[in-house]
Every structure is written in structure tokens, then in C-alpha cells.
């Protein structure tokens, strides 16, 4: 194989909230700029432009040879599972003479666990005895695919130092996020902080997620509650794609 031929294409879900997006394109930006592989192209599934089938066009164009298609998402869920994969078997049919491999998603990365830490210690520096701590995730109804969220989670509790901890999600799973705030407040925490675990900027953060806060600063008004900021974007998101990307190249 020729690297020269080698495209990465990194792929979001993609949201009707404009610029929701933005962070994915920058982590391509960067990758692009270190020459991770000689040709980086981003686009989304669902809503937002340019398209996955968009940015395959893009990395042809260049004459990539072989496509590795990163999945800008957390977890396997059904997007990833059924969508991405039904897509890229799609451009596959098309572009016959391009080798397409699917990387593994951002996951239990260390990284990840680096910047969940960096969002909380930035409205919490110095968690006491009685904060606890919630993650706060969109869920899957592949059960199984949450587990990397939980283990970012526990690995945040050993090096912060929060003893009661959750995951509560916004569909699909349980508890649900009312549920994880109460359950946490029955712990008898004084402090809560709260992580969304979301990538982008969309309909969720901007909307679903400060609504349901403000539902539990409601019920228990005896809590401090405090929301750190999203994932958004970081240049560790650089070194978890980087890294998934050229582990691909090896297979």
C-alpha cells in the first residue's frame, strides 16, 4: 500500500443546529495541518454539511486509494452499528476501486479521560467529601455500548477524588437523567457537578440538557449544583483521532 493513497475521513452524526459541527471540522483541521495521513476530509451523517458521501468525494478527488472513515462519535451505538456502516457499504459500491476501513470510535480513550477532567476541574478545582459527580450521555439501545462512558467516568472518580458518581441518560437507558440527580442527592451530597458528555454543540446541549438541570435545581434547591462545559473541542481529540486513525492504517 502506498500512504500517499491513504485518505482519513472523519464523520459526525451531524444536527439542524448550525455550527453545531464546528469542533469536528477544527480536530479535521489539525489533523490535516500535522499530516497524520495525507489527505483528511470530515463530514456528517444526518443534517449538516458537507456530507459523509460529500467528504468520500473530496478524499477520491485526491486520489485516495484507501479511505480509513473515523467515527467521530463516543460510543458503537446504533449510528455507528447500523447507519455508518450502511453508508459506507453504499460508497463502497461506488468507488470500487477504494479500500474503505471503519476506525473505532473515540471510546474509553485515555484522552478522553484527560479532557472529562479538564471540563470538571475548570467549575470544580477542588471537589470535597460530599460533591458527587454526573454524567450526563444521550444512551443507546445497545446497552452494552455505554460501557466506555462508565469506565471514562470511574477513571475521573480515582484521579479527582468524587466518591458518589453516576451515568444518567437522556433516551434509551437507565437511570434517566432526573433519576441520577435524585439518586445522587439521596447519597446525601451538599455539591453536585455535573458533565455533559456530549461532543457537538446541538438541539441536546443547547436546549433538552440546561432544561433538565433547572428541573433538578428545583427539586433540590439544598444542592450546589455546578454544569461544566461540553467536550467540545480540545486538541486532545486530535491525539484520540490521531491515534485511531493510524492504529486502522495497521490492519
Do not use: W
Amino acid at each position: 500500500m502506498n500512504p500517499k493513497k491513504t485518505a482519513a475521513v472523519l464523520v459526525g452524526h451531524g444536527s439542524l443546529q448550525s455550527e453545531s459541527g464546528r469542533a469536528m471540522l477544527q480536530v479535521a483541521d489539525l489533523l490535516r495541518e500535522q499530516g497524520v495521513v495525507p489527505v483528511v476530509e470530515a463530514g456528517f451523517l444526518n443534517y449538516s454539511q458537507p456530507t459523509l458521501a460529500d467528504a468520500v468525494a473530496q478524499a477520491v478527488a485526491q486520489a485516495a486509494t484507501r479511505i480509513i472513515v473515523q467515527p467521530y462519535f463516543l460510543i458503537e451505538g446504533h449510528y455507528v452499528r447500523q447507519d455508518l456502516r450502511d453508508a459506507v457499504r453504499t460508497l463502497a459500491s461506488t468507488y470500487t476501486n477504494v479500500r474503505f476501513t471503519i476506525a473505532e470510535v473515540l471510546g474509553d480513550h485515555f484522552a478522553m479521560m484527560q479532557l472529562a477532567s479538564q471540563r470538571l476541574t475548570a467549575v470544580d478545582p477542588a471537589p470535597q467529601a460530599p460533591t458527587g459527580l454526573l454524567f450526563v450521555a444521550h444512551g443507546t439501545p445497545h446497552v452494552e455500548a455505554n460501557a466506555p462512558i462508565k469506565r471514562v467516568l470511574q477513571r475521573v472518580c480515582e484521579r479527582n477524588g468524587y466518591r458518589y458518581a453516576t451515568v444518567g441518560y437522556l433516551d434509551c437507558n437507565q437511570p434517566t437523567i432526573p433519576d441520577a440527580f435524585d439518586e445522587l442527592v439521596a447519597t446525601g451530597i451538599t455539591r453536585l457537578t455535573v458533565l455533559p458528555y456530549f461532543l457537538h454543540l446541538g438541539r441536546h446541549v443547547r436546549q433538552d440538557l440546561p432544561a433538565l438541570f433547572e428541573q433538578a435545581r428545583q427539586r433540590h434547591p439544598q444542592v450546589e449544583i455546578r454544569i461544566a462545559h461540553h467536550l467540545d473541542y480540545d486538541p486532545l481529540l486530535v491525539q484520540v483521532t490521531a491515534e485511531r486513525i493510524l492504529t486502522s492504517m495497521m490492519c
